[in-house]
């Protein structure tokens, strides 16, 4: 058998095993999605949202990408922001990291990885410039790359704050709530390291005055 084959077997019996503990289960999933939370995380495979946040589906909207960035130009972050706040109303937005992170690590070295993940790591460039003086500090190389993925996910939430999107949704619905957090692959556990309520302000040069 090959191994996707063995993806779509298991698939059945996890589908049999829903009907069998809930006739329902498929028909009310099919008909509801009334999410309270849009995940921002990592594509990592070890990172699931619903699984590490004990959640079911349909309770969840996620976006992922390398290292859980919000990038200005990045169409497919933005429509998801736009349909999870303006259609699907969620009340919190979170950004998710993980220490260990591959795209962190690989960012905060000189090392050329091509064209394309050069143009996405030098967003996380970018923020270790900004904190040069902070993360230099740290001798111990794992202890300075987890700071470094804190420092991310804390940029990355600013960058939510940027976006028209938010910020006209913090005016006419004071929601969403940001939220910036670290999953740790070595406990399971959830750091919570940043949060922004609604209506925060942030620096006037990113903000919109005539939303």
Not at 1 to 30: C, H
Not at 67 to 85: E, I
Not at 115 to 131: A, G, Q, T
Not at 136 to 144: A, G, H, L, P
Request: with cysteine; proline share 4%.
């Amino acid at each position: 058998m090959e191994t996707y084959e063995k993806l779509l077997l298991e698939n059945k019996a996890w589908a049999s095993e829903k009907v069998s503990e809930d006739p329902e289960y498929f028909n009310r999933l099919a008909h509801l999605q009334t999410p309270e939370f849009l995940w921002i995380g990592c594509s990592d495979s070890r990172v699931p949202a619903n699984e590490i946040t004990g959640t079911q589906p349909g309770e969840i909207f996620v976006h992922r990408n390398i290292a859980n960035m919000v990038v200005n130009t990045d169409v497919n972050l933005l429509s998801v922001l736009d349909y999870a706040v303006n259609h699907l109303k969620v009340k919190h937005v979170i950004v998710c990291g993980h220490y260990g992170c591959g795209g962190v690590k690989a960012a905060a070295t000189q090392s050329d990885f091509q064209p394309v993940l050069n143009m996405w790591l030098r967003n996380i460039k970018d923020v270790y410039r900004l904190h040069r003086e902070e993360l230099n500090k740290i001798k111990d190389e794992e202890q300075r790359t987890d700071r470094l993925v804190e420092l991310n996910v804390r940029e990355q939430v600013n960058n939510l704050a940027k976006t028209s999107i938010i910020q006209r949704a913090w005016k006419q619905n004071n929601a969403p709530d940001l939220h910036g957090w670290v999953y740790g692959l070595k406990d399971g556990l959830i750091k919570p390291v940043f949060e922004m309520k609604a209506g925060t302000h942030i620096d006037p040069v990113y903000e919109y005055d005539n939303l």
